[in-house]
């Protein structure tokens, strides 16, 4: 097959490629001064003006809520439609954030389509959509190894017309943001359930509840992703209405499972926006330095690297390309094995062309003057985040083993 794009989505990757240029990146340079000048004032937990100002033009602009498939919502775009506008808003680090288009809002935004009810959608979709509130998930814990979900502690226990929700979390996305009103959460309902994929749940819980209490901040090779950032979170008897549970009791699994699909898409595409970036800076940086008398463009080694960089990031984009169409025309059961192969080879792929990236600037790459060493950063986390690559390697050997052990 080709991924050949419709006229639509070439339109709208043009708009949103010119609204980066105008807009986004002239606004990273001002996006970190407003965060230093928070730092230096004792608190970066605060929302920049100059983000806020920029999602005002790009709702202006049409370009808003983008990911969303149901036109209802969205711009009505299937998986395979907006990937590459996913790998356009991810080559800055404020990109996604600015269209309406940032994780953990997106995956949230979609399970309260996809599973809440009219009342929950009402009271926290409506905002979440409208970008006036942000929203976190609350799965991992610091206890047990949360690669392995049913490892999870966490309690959700059934009193009357309440739940009362009890655990510690940890890697909660954007609990630190004054923004963030509403968590989903993800404890054991039915820890004794036979079946251990049904005895997990997830319940909305609003960050004000009594009980909830954000004990700290938890950088990330030193970045803080104010004001965004992650957290580690007490839930102490923490009482919400039975009616915020989310499908019902033992679902949470197959809710997981219907949130991160798409979840990976996102990620993968933007890690890939992210490589395209530090590659362009690779090639920039080489063509303007000299070493031994000659560009360093011109050496053996950079031109081997900004090749390999080229093959690795095309690569990793026809392979989401290749999930994002399977998702759309046969369902993500059927695309579990093309979802984890991409989960391992983005973050990877990025990982080594940024890394490439850095030391093409020499010391610089490791300073905050090119966003190397962020960028980094961030895409290091995504080989753990969302499931870590061994967990999806043992998935994708269990899928292509099964094909030869039905044969036997």
């Not at 309902?189 to 938890?218: C, E, F, K, W, Y």
């Not at 219907?258 to 890690?271: N, Q, T, Y």
């Not at 759309?328 to 192969?341: C, P």
């Amino acid at each position: 097959m080709t991924f050949m794009y419709s006229d639509k989505v070439k339109d709208l990757q043009k708009r949103v490629t010119a609204f980066m240029d105008e807009y986004v990146y002239p606004a990273e340079k001002v996006f970190e001064e407003e965060m230093n000048a928070a730092r230096r004032a004792g608190n970066p937990w605060v929302p920049t003006k100059i983000v806020e100002e920029l999602k005002l033009k790009a709702r202006e602009a049409g370009l808003w809520n983008l990911f969303l498939p149901e036109s209802k919502y969205g711009a009505g775009l299937t998986n395979l439609e907006y990937a590459p506008l996913a790998e356009i808003m991810g080559r800055s680090h404020i990109g996604s954030e600015v269209f309406n288009c940032s994780a953990p809002d997106t995956g949230n935004m979609e399970t309260l389509v996809r599973y809440g009810t009219e009342e929950q959608q009402q009271q926290w979709l409506v905002p979440l959509l409208e970008g006036k509130i942000r929203s976190a998930f609350a799965m991992t814990e610091p206890a047990v190894a949360s690669s392995d979900a049913t490892n999870i502690e966490a309690r959700i226990e059934r009193d009357g017309d309440e739940y009362v929700i009890n655990g510690q979390k940890w890697w909660t996305s954007g609990a630190n943001d004054p923004r963030c009103k509403i968590l989903i959460f993800m404890g054991k309902t039915a820890p004794d359930h036979p079946n251990r994929h049904r005895q997990q749940s997830m319940i909305l819980v609003p960050m004000d509840a009594p009980g909830v209490t954000v004990l700290r901040h938890l950088p990330v090779f030193g970045f803080d992703d104010a004001p965004h950032g992650h957290a580690e979170v007490r839930f102490e008897n923490v009482r919400v209405p039975a009616s915020n549970i989310l499908l019902g009791e033992g679902r949470g699994f197959e809710i997981a499972q219907g949130r991160l699909g798409p979840g990976r898409i996102h990620h993968c595409m933007r890690l890939i926006g992210r490589a395209e970036r530090a590659l362009e800076k690779m090639c920039r940086r080489t063509l303007e330095r000299t070493a031994f008398g000659r560009k360093v463009a011109d050496q053996g080694v950079t031109r081997e690297r900004i090749a390999n960089s080229r093959i690795l990031i095309d690569q990793a984009r026809f392979l989401v390309l290749n999930a994002a169409h399977m998702m759309d025309t046969v369902g993500n059961k059927a695309a579990a094995k093309e979802i984890a192969m991409i989960k391992v080879a983005a973050p990877n792929m990025a990982c080594q062309v940024i890394d490439w990236a850095i030391q093409a600037h020499g010391g610089g790459g490791v300073s905050e003057d090119f966003g190397l060493a962020q960028a980094y950063a961030s895409s290091r986390t995504l080989r753990i985040a969302d499931g870590p690559d061994e967990v999806h390697r043992n998935a994708i050997a269990k899928l292509e083993l099964s094909r030869y052990m039905e044969r036997n």
